[in-house]
């Protein structure tokens, strides 16, 4: 899947979730984990270095542990490193209230823009079991075609961690059109789950079928909806779009990604366009 797995840390204790979300998908993957922490004069004095080393040292390498001073923005740097190795996935906390979170409002969003490029985020309430991932991976759509284009994504993701696929999308009866019925929403995205079984995990006209499994949910918030059946089917991890603006119900945008982010109790694998 990936040749390295890069996780930008900031000294917090919240922060090293993303790491061992990251040392887990490493694991699976065989592919190099490396720590990234950019650190400012007065970081010294404080001994946040240290505090990232030792953090890290318990899973990471030390020569796989880079320290170096902030250049620009936290999110440019974090790019920059990410460019260095072809096939790279950055796994950050998103909410971490630690120096790099008080650079930027949400560096997060800003390295997701930055490097367009899928991000797994894990929120602050986000506690991984050992044998993580063991659920289903939950994809997230409103119709759209952008919104959709994540599914060939997921469906990878699904067949090289060995879990099932649920898709799911929100109906808000009252931001329906009166012109379009909800049941036209329910057969989408069942159309959507039996055109991934039939295109296999890549979407590219592999043999190789997927099992697919979807449902309607029904609320006035779409956010709230996704992370309590996330939490109900016990979903290894989220996956969307971080808008999808041509949906009926314009559900899947970027506001609904980022609380869903900061809700959920697993990771997020989200995307820009």
Avoid at 142 to 149: K, M
Wanted: proline share 5%; charged share 20%.
């Amino acid at each position: 899947m990936f040749d390295r797995i890069l996780v930008p840390l900031d000294g917090t204790d919240v922060a090293t979730n993303a790491l061992v979300a990251g040392d887990h998908l490493a694991k699976k993957w065989g592919c190099q984990l490396e720590v990234l922490y950019l650190t400012r004069t007065f970081d010294e004095s404080l001994g946040i270095d240290h505090i990232v080393r030792e953090q890290a040292g318990k899973m990471v390498d030390a020569e796989h542990v880079v320290i170096q001073p902030l250049q620009y923005s936290v999110a440019d740097d974090i790019a920059q490193h990410f460019d260095k190795v072809p096939n790279t996935l950055v796994v950050m906390n998103t909410e971490a209230r630690g120096r790099i979170a008080a650079v930027l409002d949400n560096v997060a969003e800003e390295v997701l823009r930055t490097i367009r490029q899928p991000l797994l985020l894990l929120g602050n309430g986000v506690e991984l079991d050992e044998d993580w991932p063991t659920g289903p991976i939950m994809v997230c759509t409103d119709g759209s075609d952008f919104a959709e284009s994540i599914g060939p994504l997921a469906a990878t993701w699904a067949r090289e961690l060995g879990q099932p696929l649920m898709l799911v999308t929100v109906i808000d009866t009252s931001a329906v059109p009166p012109d379009i019925s909800p049941v036209s929403e329910i057969n989408a995205v069942a159309n959507f789950a039996r055109d991934l079984e039939t295109s296999g995990a890549t979407g590219s006209g592999s043999a190789t079928a997927l099992a697919v499994n979807y449902d309607a949910l029904h609320g006035d918030n779409p956010s709230k909806a996704i992370v309590d059946y996330a939490d109900a089917i016990d979903a290894s991890m989220i996956v969307m779009a971080t808008h999808g603006r041509s949906g009926l119900r314009r559900a899947v945008y970027g506001s609904v990604a980022m609380d869903v982010i900061r809700h959920a109790d697993c990771p997020v694998l989200v995307r820009r366009p």
